[in-house]
């Protein structure tokens, strides 16, 4: 089956600092990716996407690059503010095996904490 | 309107009492969801409606009962739910085929049993 491996954290950085969450995936086929931000008592954000291998998906100064070969979706950002404070789900998306919609399945997510 | 709405936001009710969930998207989706998420863990599928028919039921109890009335709304009929069933329910709506189907999240409804 599918899954998403992601570092749990909390990870906690300074304002400004490089941010890098690890996501990793196993999937039968050829997912398209994604990456979610929830903010404290709110639903899911969708940040951003990619559906095929080197595709670069980016949104508010982050970015991550769909790898088949590592079968990776790494969450990067080169200076993130106290705002950026969250927790950050990866997810993958296949087609069901009847041919319609299937759910997202998600890594565990990261809690993001950023210090003034 | 790439919006989906949830009501009620906050939602207290006993063991023994019937309610309802309620969703709805303006986007022209065809598949709508229910995820289920405990604090501190990502969402879990419950339901997946596709073409307002169920299609996907991850061996959610009979105590939970959605409905699509039509392609805009989601129901979620809740009856002699536990205390265990307190957690954040999401609905969500993607275009049901092609594309990269992404998911658009309502805010959610915070759910308590008592």
């Known amino acids: 089956g599918n899954s998403v491996t992601q570092m749990e954290g909390p990870v906690t950085l300074s304002e400004e600092a490089f941010l890098t969450i690890n996501c990793t995936y196993t999937?039968?086929?050829?997912?398209?990716l994604f990456w979610y931000v929830q903010y404290p008592g709110e639903g899911l954000q969708l940040l951003l996407k990619?559906?095929?291998?080197?595709d670069k998906g980016s949104n508010k100064g982050f970015e991550a690059t769909y790898r088949k070969e590592t079968t990776s979706f790494h969450l990067e950002k080169g200076s993130v503010q106290v705002s950026d404070s969250a927790v950050y789900f990866c997810?993958?998306?296949?087609?069901?095996?009847?041919?319609?919609?299937?759910?997202?399945?998600f890594g565990k997510g990261t809690h993001l904490i950023i210090q003034p | 309107d790439t919006e989906v709405t949830q009501t009620p936001k906050h939602l207290v009710m006993g063991m023994t009492n019937k309610k309802s969930l309620k969703c709805e998207q303006h986007?022209?989706?065809?598949?709508m969801y229910w995820y289920k998420q405990k604090a501190k863990k990502p969402p879990e599928l419950m339901f997946v409606?596709?073409?307002?028919?169920?299609?996907i039921n991850e061996s959610v109890p009979s105590r939970f009962s959605p409905e699509c009335p039509n392609s805009s709304l989601l129901n979620l009929h809740l009856h002699a739910l536990q205390p265990e069933d307190s957690a954040l329910y999401l609905c969500?709506?993607?275009?049901?085929?092609?594309?990269?189907?992404?998911?658009?999240f309502g805010p959610g409804t915070r759910l308590t049993v008592l």
């Open positions: 409606y596709s073409y307002e028919k169920l299609s």
């Open positions: 999937a039968t086929g050829y997912p398209s």
């Open positions: 969500a709506s993607s275009q049901e085929a092609g594309g990269s189907r992404e998911q658009f």
């Open positions: 997810a993958l998306s296949e087609v069901a095996s009847g041919g319609g919609a299937d759910g997202l399945t």
């Open positions: 986007m022209g989706h065809r598949a």
């Open positions: 990619a559906t095929k291998a080197d």
